[in-house]
């Protein structure tokens, strides 16, 4: 039986995150009782979202330039990266690699899997919104790309401004890059502050907003996409 026949990964990250109805709650917990399958990716994905949640709070933003060449690897896109690399090669077997001591191999070995990228917006510096797009369009438009490349780029905090329609000066590159199948994500929980501000938050057309800045950043990473902060 498929593991997602009985809960779908993101049943699980709702109900991590208190958003799942009384009946549905239940049933999570009737599950994890009865299977200890569910009982364990149920313990998985509330200690990689504490790990990640971790990373976002203590480790600060670098005041410097980018390093040049797109790789958009910061010290948080780092520290979230080695505390979800930890846990799931410890605890969940997801990556193929499973050695600690070699985080570069280890990284390498899960990139290696997917060609899947996650880049991840949160400063309304329009620097960075214009770094987030040229990297989407580079990697799509890569010509030693795989056929299945897939990209997405998730956008909270001050990044929501890219994907808001009264304030990105990129609507129409973002039209271009969604029709190369670049998929985009407004973060629920930064739109939901934002409207209990008394703020209308209008969204260009192909923004999502299915998931939270965080849900998203968990999902993809437990799915072995290689994550990037700009």
Known sequence: MNRDDLISDEQLNAFTDGELEADEENRVFTLAEQNPEVDQRLCQHRKLKELVQ??????PEPRGRPVPGGSGKSLLSLA??????LFVGVAGGWFTA???DSGADTVAAAAAQKDTWLLHVASSDPGRMQ????RAEALMTDSGAS???RVEIVANEGGLNLLRSDTTPYAQRIRQLAEKDVLFFACSKAIERLEERGINVRLVPE????????????????????YEKI
Not at 80 to 85: D, F, H, I, P, Y
Not at 131 to 134: F, I, S, W
Not at 207 to 226: E, H, K
């Open 131 to 134: 770094q987030a797009l040229d």
């Open 54 to 59: 971790h990373a976002y709070r203590d480790v």
């Open 98 to 100: 499973r050695s600690l």
């Open 207 to 226: 923004a999502n907003t299915r998931y939270s800045a965080l849900d998203r950043v968990v999902l993809r990473m437990q799915q072995g996409w290689t």
């Open 147 to 149: 056929a299945g490349r």
């Open 80 to 85: 979230v990266a080695a505390a979800a690399l």
